[in-house]
């Protein structure tokens, strides 16, 4: 099955400062990379994502990028914000059966004020 | 409009023990899933479900079972709890391929 790895386990930057965090997946048939967001205590919420057939994808201060030859895709924060702060999980699915995603180990994103 | 909810919110059960976890989408949508999320693992597919009367097993089913009661319900079984299915339990669905997540389970067997 897919292998999703993901750097840094954990990211302090200060605030304004821009955040990346990066993920490789092993499955040459994944298609479809979204990103969440993870606040304490809640459930996962998607912030953006990026088909295929896309080299990268804008959402105001955020942004991802793929590279499919490489087998990685990026998370961009510009201008990071206290509210940033949370945990990020990247994943990948090959959108077969019930499209099923295979998620990476998450990053913990702390903005100092 | 509610999205994806899940009760309860918090369980604590001595090993041995069964239960149920319960989860509905009120957006109609065909997929719902049941992951768990432990520490420094991220979140890992137990079952999934791609559409009412049909399930499946993802990465970590053993010690679970599943039930796709109709479009809009799909519960998770414990029917006898060990101290290693300590986790956050997250239901999600979706139509396509964004996945829309519950708020979770927590739960502890000692």
């Known amino acids: 099955g897919e292998n999703v790895e993901q750097h840094p386990s954990t990211l302090s930057v200060q605030e304004g400062d821009s955040a990346v965090i990066k993920c490789t997946y092993s499955?040459?048939?994944?298609?479809?990379f979204p990103w969440y967001k993870q606040e304490l205590g809640k459930g996962p919420q998607l912030i953006i994502d990026?088909?295929?057939?896309?080299g990268e994808k804008k959402d105001q201060r955020i942004a991802v990028t793929l590279n499919k030859t490489a087998k990685h895709f990026s998370l961009h924060i510009t201008e990071t914000q206290p509210e940033d702060s949370a945990v990020y999980f990247c994943a990948a699915s090959p959108q077969t059966g019930a499209n099923n995603l295979f998620f990476g180990t998450g990053t913990r994103l702390t903005v100092i004020p | 409009n509610a999205g994806v909810t899940q009760t309860p919110k918090f369980q604590v059960l001595k090993t041995g023990q069964s239960m149920t976890l319960q989860c509905a989408q009120d957006?109609?949508?065909?997929?719902m899933y049941w992951y768990r999320q432990d520490p420094g693992m991220g979140l890992r597919l137990i079952y999934y479900s791609a559409s009412e009367g049909t399930t499946d097993k993802g990465e970590v089913p053993n010690g679970y079972n599943v039930s796709r009661l109709n479009k809009r319900e799909f519960s998770l079984r414990l029917e006898s709890a060990a101290p290693s299915q300590t986790s956050v339990y997250f239901c999600?669905?979706?139509?396509?391929?964004?996945?829309?997540f519950g708020p979770g389970t927590r739960l502890t067997v000692t």
């Open positions: 999600a669905s979706s139509e396509l391929a964004e996945q829309y």
């Open positions: 499955d040459s048939a994944s298609n479809y």
């Open positions: 957006m109609n949508h065909n997929s």
């Open positions: 990026i088909r295929s057939n896309v």
